[in-house]
C-alpha cells in the first residue's frame, strides 16, 4: 500500500515539476512528493465536501470538522492546500520560504475566519455546531471573541 502510494505521488510530483523549468532539476533525494500529494489529496476530499456538496456519512464528517475549524473560510481551504501540496513538490529545498509563507497564510486564516465570525453576528458554541460552521468556525469565535469583549 505504501509502496502504491508513493509511487502516485512520484508521478504527481513529477507531473508538478514539469510545468515550466524552474523545477525540472529538483534532487531525488530532497523531493518531498509524499507530502504534496498528501495536501492536494486531502484538498480534493475538501473541495469535493465543501464546493460540490459530496454527501453521505463521509461527507458529513469532513464537513464537520472543516467548517466546525474554519466556517465559512473553508471554502478558500483547497486552494490553500493545493498551493502549498504544488509548492512542496516544486520547490522542496526552499524550507525557509516556505515556511514563511506558512506563517503568513495561518495569520491570514485566522484573520480572514475572525473577521467572517463578527460579519456573521458573533454567535458562541452554544449557539450550535451549525451557528458556528455558518460563521467562522471555532477558530473564527477563538480570534473575535476576546477582541470584540475588550
Known amino acids: 500500500m505504501k509502496g502504491s502510494y508513493l509511487a502516485v505521488a512520484r508521478l504527481v510530483g513529477g507531473g ?38 459530496v454527501s453521505g456519512r463521509f461527507g458529513q464528517v469532513v464537513h464537520a470538522i472543516v467548517a466546525g475549524t474554519f466556517g465559512l473560510v473553508a471554502f478558500a481551504l483547497p486552494i490553500v492546500l ?38 456573521y453576528g458573533l454567535p458562541s458554541p452554544g449557539d450550535g455546531a451549525e451557528q458556528l460552521q455558518a460563521a467562522g468556525g471555532v477558530i473564527g469565535w477563538l480570534a473575535s471573541a476576546p477582541l470584540v469583549t475588550g
Not at 509524499?34 to 473541495?47: D, N, R, S, T
Open 16 to 53: 508538478a515539476r514539469s510545468v515550466g523549468n524552474a523545477a525540472a532539476d529538483v534532487d531525488p533525494a530532497l523531493r518531498r512528493d509524499g507530502l504534496g500529494f498528501a495536501l492536494v489529496a486531502v484538498a480534493i476530499v475538501v473541495a469535493a465536501v465543501e464546493w460540490w456538496g
Open 82 to 119: 493545493i498551493g502549498f501540496g504544488l509548492r512542496l513538490m516544486r520547490h522542496p529545498s526552499a524550507t525557509q520560504a516556505t515556511n514563511r509563507m506558512l506563517i503568513g497564510t495561518t495569520g491570514l486564516a485566522i484573520s480572514a475566519t475572525g473577521l467572517t465570525h463578527i460579519w
